[in-house]
């Protein structure tokens, strides 16, 4: 079950953190994996990783925000690997994000949370659904976050507008292809393990917090998407999933 074997997965953002886990966990099942981030060393270094240990990578650095990179770079992967199959929008954390709350941003601030989660996400979809839904397969998985569903304290506002909006998006772009063999779901991700800037007795406290009594890892994510990636998953679509130890019910 959920073999990837011949299917040409592009993960966004996989130059650290939740990707790797992803690109990792998509590769293990067979999948040849486009390895994507802004920073081209990041993609490089994962991608020699996953081919040092034996699957099919390729680096493929672009700024998902740049529709133009993005048509040549998703070009480039159909190129070296066929085109893409499973796209994993994973790509959502503006570089330097500004926790704060909402009345110290200014407006100059917004427009990147929505140019990289919303914009960013779209523009990768547009370049691989067509293609998807001609061959009568695809999958698409979006990255979301609790922060899209559930009102926080702790100055992420615009970060969870941008995710509301992607998952608005989503859902309606599953009903339009529903008919064409492709999927689009989206994975709500809780309270991580590298949450950046955290220190032991904070991760700690965080921990406490998710009813499981761990925080989520980058193999947990990369093993919800492989599900979701999956053929067994066909009847699946148009929903957001919730990953989180159990952490929010809504
Ligand atoms: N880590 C968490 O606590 C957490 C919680 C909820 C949701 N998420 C979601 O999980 C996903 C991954 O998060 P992470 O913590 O692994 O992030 P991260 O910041 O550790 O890594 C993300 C990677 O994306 C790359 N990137 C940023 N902008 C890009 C762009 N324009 N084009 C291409 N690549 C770009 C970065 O260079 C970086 O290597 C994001 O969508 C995030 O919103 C994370």
Known sequence: MFEATGRVALVTGAGQGMGVGIARALAAQGAAVAVNDLHPERAGV?????????????????????????????AHVAEALGPVDILVNNAGVP????????????????????????????????????GMCERGWGRIVQISSGAGRTGLAFGVSLYGASKSGIEGFVRHLAMEVARHGVTANCLALGLMANTAGADESLLGTMARQVPVGRLGTAEDVGAAVVWLASAEASWLTGQTVDLNGGATQH
């Open 95 to 130: 570089e330097g994000m500004a926790v704060a709350p909402f009345r110290d941003l200014p407006p100059t601030e917004w427009q990147r949370y929505v140019e990289l989660n919303l914009y960013g996400s779209m523009h990768c979809i547009r370049a691989v659904v067509d």
């Open 46 to 74: 994962v991608a020699d990783e996953l081919t040092a240990e034996g699957f099919t990578a390729l680096g493929a650095p672009f700024d998902v925000t740049d529709p133009d990179a993005v048509a040549a770079g998703v």
